[in-house]
Nanobody, 120 residues
Framework: QVQLVESGGGLVQPGGSLRLSCAAS????????MGWYRQAPGKQRELVAT???????NYVDSVKGRFTISRDNAKNTVYLEMNSLKPEDTAVYYC??????????????WGQGTQVTVSS
């Protein structure tokens, strides 16, 4: 089955940068879309950025111009470069992948989440 492994979270000061990585492991599956969601305490989980296998990207308005999502299709890996970080970016960030196996309905897969804390 598909497993998502995340890395890169941590503590950073306002204005700093972090780079998140997420790799999908397994065999015999295809991934159409990968992305990142985040959830802050007391708030709904929200989409941050997505990227398709063809390279089409989508961002929530609050991170446009600051975050960049990219993807290595050969490695089934997605990255999120986060610059000019703000305290409002503090959240648990979850990797997401949409895909699956031939002759089966495709579903969303989720990583375990990685904490990003922006604080002085």
């Amino acid at each position: 089955q598909v497993q998502l492994v995340e890395s890169g979270g941590g503590l950073v000061q306002p204005g700093g940068s972090l780079r998140l990585s997420c790799a999908a492991s397994g065999s015999g599956f295809s991934i159409n879309r990968m992305g990142w969601y985040r959830q802050a305490p007391g708030k709904q989980r929200e989409l941050v950025a997505t990227i398709t296998s063809g390279g089409t990207t989508n961002y929530v308005d609050s991170v446009k111009g600051r975050f960049t999502i990219s993807r290595d299709n050969a490695k089934n890996t997605v990255y999120l470069e986060m610059n000019s970080l703000k305290p409002e970016d503090t959240a648990v960030y979850y990797c997401n992948a949409y895909g699956g196996y031939a002759y089966r309905p495709w579903i969303d897969y989720w990583g375990q989440g990685t904490q990003v804390t922006v604080s002085s």
